[in-house]
């Protein structure tokens, strides 16, 4: 893993619109693999902000809650129109559906999708317990989307976003650690004390399941961006 410092999460989002535009202009259709979360809003207002035209991309977001639809404001869709596209229009845009009715079906077409594109760069955070997507601790490394079961630490740590922990949905559909070990080229992106351990565990830890973003370790293109304080433990 290359690991790159950075001052601040602007100077971060900086660095990581590098990667985005090295990728878009080496690419006819560049496939971005996509957060979202607090983390990579510096590097979505670079690319808001910027002359580029990702008009042909494509935008495959890792993750969606189950039981919030696009029009819902804490969904994921919704987020990513807010953030990114509405801005920056892309070809074509995936997420899971969080209102599908088959589970597993929604599960396969995500599959099929990430098939058909396979990803370029894909873009991660990180949870404070090392999850990557929703891909919790504990979760095999195998997996491709799947449903999973939140753990109170992430619905205590997603509830900012809400008006209510009760409000916090308790399931999502992800993208799993086989998936997001497929994308050609990786960047994590991670700031504030929060993440320190989660960066320490990823980095330095041994690659095993009880820190997802360890399986990082196993794939050939990795670049993790950390400020002063995501770093301390490193
Ligand atoms: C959520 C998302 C992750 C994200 C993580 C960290 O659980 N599913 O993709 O990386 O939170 O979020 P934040 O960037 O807000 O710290």
């Known amino acids: 893993m290359k690991i790159i410092h950075?001052?601040?999460?602007?100077?971060?989002g900086q660095v990581a619109f590098?990667?985005?535009?090295?990728?878009?202009?080496?690419?006819?259709?560049p496939v971005f693999g996509l957060a979202t979360g607090s983390t990579p809003l510096s590097l979505y207002h670079c690319m808001r902000t910027s002359d580029l035209d990702f008009s042909n991309s494509i935008g495959i977001n890792l993750d969606e809650y189950i039981g919030l639809g696009?029009?819902?404001?804490?969904?994921?869709?919704?987020?990513?129109?807010?953030?990114?596209?509405?801005?920056?229009?892309?070809?074509?845009?995936?997420?899971?559906?969080?209102l599908a009715k088959?589970?597993?079906?929604?599960?396969?077409?995500?599959?099929?999708?990430?098939?058909?594109?396979?990803?370029?760069?894909?873009?991660?955070?990180?949870?404070?317990?090392?999850?990557?997507?929703?891909?919790?601790?504990?979760?095999?490394?195998?997996?491709?989307?799947?449903?999973?079961?939140?753990?109170?630490?992430?619905i205590e740590a997603n509830q900012r976003f809400f008006e209510d922990k009760s409000e916090v949905p308790r399931f999502a559909y992800s993208m799993g650690i086989g998936s997001i070990l497929?994308?050609?080229?990786?960047i994590l992106m991670a700031y504030g004390k929060h993440k320190a351990q989660a960066i320490y565990d990823m980095i330095n830890g041994p690659v095993d399941i009880q820190c997802p973003a360890s399986a990082l370790q196993n794939h050939p293109k990795v670049t993790v961006i950390v400020d002063e304080a995501a770093a301390s433990l490193i």
């Open 182 to 186: 497929q994308a050609k080229e990786i």
């Open 6 to 12: 950075v001052n601040n999460e602007q100077e971060g």
């Open 18 to 29: 590098d990667f985005v535009e090295k990728t878009l202009k080496a690419h006819q259709h």
């Open 70 to 98: 696009k029009d819902n404001p804490q969904s994921y869709a919704y987020f990513m129109q807010e953030q990114l596209y509405q801005d920056k229009p892309f070809m074509k845009t995936f997420i899971p559906d969080g």
């Open 102 to 154: 088959d589970a597993q079906a929604e599960c396969d077409r995500y599959d099929d999708i990430l098939k058909q594109y396979p990803i370029d760069l894909q873009i991660l955070g990180i949870g404070t317990n090392g999850h990557i997507g929703f891909n919790e601790p504990g979760s095999s490394f195998e997996l491709t989307t799947h449903r999973v079961a939140l753990t109170e630490s992430t």
